[in-house]
């Protein structure tokens, strides 16, 4: 069983920064890909950052240049540092861990980014 936690999420002016953490923990021999997605009121769920195991990572279009994905292997451990917020950027965000090919999404961390 694997267990998916993000943290970090709040409330923050326009302009401002915040960093999501995305901790795994269970039965994990190696995560393929690590992935944040957002979802609006309203919206469909859509992806906003990924990195795959050998580093590599895609942004959505609106975020790329001001936000980035990043891992910490050894403690199965992604992040999101989102900087330039903007109101738009308001969204439930979730985690979603790849495991030999299985998905693991947790529950979710409210950014809420005040004009």
């Known amino acids: 069983q694997v267990q998916v936690l993000e943290s970090g999420g709040g409330l923050v002016q326009a302009g401002g920064s915040l960093r999501l953490s995305c901790a795994a923990s269970g039965s994990i021999y190696s995560i393929s890909s690590m992935g944040w997605y957002r979802q609006a009121p309203g919206k469909e769920r859509e992806l906003v950052a990924r990195i795959i195991s050998g580093g590599s990572t895609n942004y959505e279009d609106s975020v790329r240049g001001r936000f980035t994905i990043s891992r910490d292997n050894a403690k199965n451990t992604g992040y999101l540092q989102m900087d330039s917020l903007k109101p738009e950027d308001t969204a439930v965000y979730y985690c979603?861990?790849?495991?030999?090919?299985?998905?693991?999404w947790g529950q979710g961390t409210q950014v809420t980014v005040s004009s």
């Open positions: 979603k861990v790849v495991i030999t090919g299985r998905q693991y």
